[in-house]
Every structure is written in structure tokens, then in C-alpha cells.
């Protein structure tokens, strides 16, 4: 098994990962894909008057603030033209995909953060009414049954609270739990980069490779959203999954790319 976790960024070729996944899947291959959408949910959100709020913690993590109308644009781009827009794709290679997000069958399962850090002007601000959390549960036995009778999951975030509140979950670290979760071979993060890069954006210090028991110390070369890739890839090895790869989304063959060693490889 394997999840495949494709980002929201600018760049990224969904129907370069989607023509892979399809060749795989005949194939024979198992494989579950995770999606984002941020910067899709960035543009609808500007055009509809409700510009996205980016807070910064004082630990140096940037995440969304997601009010309840965030929540919602966050959710018409993620549940829909994303999510949708993949499984016509997969559809159209003769994949079954089936689009769910973390609320359906609350396969995403976290706590509620109400509140968050967050560090304005040189002050560190407390920020509430945030729908956010961080998924802490995943339960399989939708996407098992899914599985089982040869659909294809399509998964993204929001993921549901305890209380059955939808929350604005990171996509990575989602992913991690899932593979996780699934005793998967492989967990793919494909973005818009090589991969982790030593001297971001200079694409030439791609780092190769990173032990898998080592992977907090490279936290440091991260910046802003790359560091929940780390952070994921560091939750998904402790885990028990062998192999994380930061891969490339842009063109090509992204999935097979990255599992014949391209990119970042955690192991
Ligand atoms: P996605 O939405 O595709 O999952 P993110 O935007 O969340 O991706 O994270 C990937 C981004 O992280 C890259 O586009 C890049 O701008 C940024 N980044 C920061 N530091 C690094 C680094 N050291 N190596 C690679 N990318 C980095």
C-alpha cells in the first residue's frame, strides 16, 4: 500500500500524477491519494471578498486561520473543485475514484483548537474562534471497505472533531497518519520542490537522502510550510512506515519518480 499525499502549490501537474496513479493502479498497485488546495482556496478566497489570514506561531509553524467562512471556502475548494477535479481525472483514465474528506465516515479524526499562538508586530496574540486541529485518529474502516471492493480513496481535509465539527487539518501530516494507519510501504509528499532543499529555492542543494531516525534535525532547513513535510515524515517513520519521499509534482512521472528514489528520501 501506498499513499500518495499531492500538494495545493502552484506548479503542481495533476494530470501528470493522476496519469501515473492510473498506470499503477492497472497495474495492480494499491494506493490511496491524500490532496491539498491552498492555493486554489487562496484565489476563491480573495475573489469572494474574505482574503486568507496566515498566523505564524511562536515556534515558527505558519498555519491558516480558519474562521467559520474560511472554513467554508477552505471546504467549496478542497471537498470540491479539488477533490472533484481529481476523481474526473482518475475517472477518465478508467480509475473508480471515490472523493471523500476526512468528515466522510470521519475517516480524520483530531481535537477542536479553538484558539491559537500567534505572533503579531514582535507580540505573541491569543486568536480565537479558529476551526482547527490536528488529526490524531484514523479511522480505516471506510476506506478498507472502499478498498476492498476496487475504489480508489481520494482523501482531504477538513477532518472531524470528537464533537463532529469539521476542522482545518494539515494535509501532510494527515497523510502520515493515514499511512500509518495503513501499515503502508511508502508515504509520497509531492510538491512543488525536488524536495527538501538545503538552500531554499536553490534547486541544486536538493539533500538526497535522510535517516529515518535523524529526520528533526532537518527541520532547519525547512521554512514556513515545508516544516510540516518534515514534521509528517518524522511522525510517519516513527510510525513504522520504511520509506518517506519528497517528491516532485511538476511533470513527468511524479509517483513512479519518487518511489524509484528521485527527491528526498526518508529511510
Ligand atoms: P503543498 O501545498 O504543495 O503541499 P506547501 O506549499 O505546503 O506545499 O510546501 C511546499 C513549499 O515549501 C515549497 O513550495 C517551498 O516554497 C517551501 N519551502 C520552504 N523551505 C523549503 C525547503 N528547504 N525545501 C523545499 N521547499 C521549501
Redesign the pocket.
Known amino acids: 500500500m501506498i499513499v500518495v499525499k499531492v ?3 502552484a506548479g ?1 501537474d495533476y494530470d501528470a500524477v493522476c496519469a501515473d496513479i492510473a498506470a499503477r493502479w492497472a497495474a495492480g498497485e494499491k494506493l490511496i491519494l491524500v490532496h ?1 488546495g ?1 492555493g486554489e482556496t487562496n484565489r476563491v478566497a480573495e475573489a469572494l471578498g474574505h482574503p486568507p489570514k496566515f498566523v505564524t506561531s511562536p515556534s515558527g509553524y505558519t498555519s491558516r486561520f480558519t474562521d467559520r467562512q474560511t472554513l467554508e471556502i477552505f471546504e467549496m475548494v478542497y471537498c470540491g473543485k479539488m477533490n472533484k477535479g481529481i476523481v474526473e481525472r482518475l475517472q477518465r483514465l478508467g480509475v473508480n475514484a471515490v472523493g471523500l474528506s476526512g468528515l466522510d465516515g470521519r475517516i480524520f479524526e483530531g481535537r477542536h483548537k479553538d484558539s491559537v499562538r500567534a505572533v503579531e508586530n514582535g507580540k505573541v496574540k491569543v486568536l480565537r474562534g479558529d476551526h482547527t486541529g490536528t488529526v490524531e485518529k484514523v479511522n480505516t474502516g471506510l476506506i478498507e471497505l472502499l478498498l476492498g471492493a476496487g475504489y480508489l480513496p481520494v482523501l482531504t481535509p477538513p477532518a472531524s472533531s470528537y464533537e463532529g465539527v469539521a476542522i482545518n487539518v494539515d494535509g ?1 501530516r494527515a497523510a502520515a497518519a493515514l499511512a500509518v494507519a495503513l501499515k503502508a510501504d511508502a508515504l509520497l509528499l509531492l ?3 525536488p524536495g ?2 538545503r538552500a ?1 529555492p536553490d534547486e541544486s542543494s536538493l539533500i538526497p537522502s535522510i535517516p529515518a531516525n535523524d529526520v528533526e534535525s532537518y527541520l532547519e ?6 516544516k510540516k ?1 518534515v514534521l509528517g515524515a518524522a511522525e510517519a517513520v516513527q510510525g513504522g512506515v520504511r520509506r518517506v519521499i519528497f517528491g516532485d509534482a511538476r511533470a513527468g512521472q511524479p509517483v513512479s519518480a519518487a518511489l524509484a528514489g528521485a527527491g528526498t528520501v526518508v529511510e
Do not use: T
Open positions: 500538494g495545493g502549490s503542481i491539498g491552498s501532510d510538491s512543488n520542490v527538501l532543499l531554499y532547513f525547512a521554512q514556513d510550510r515545508m513535510k
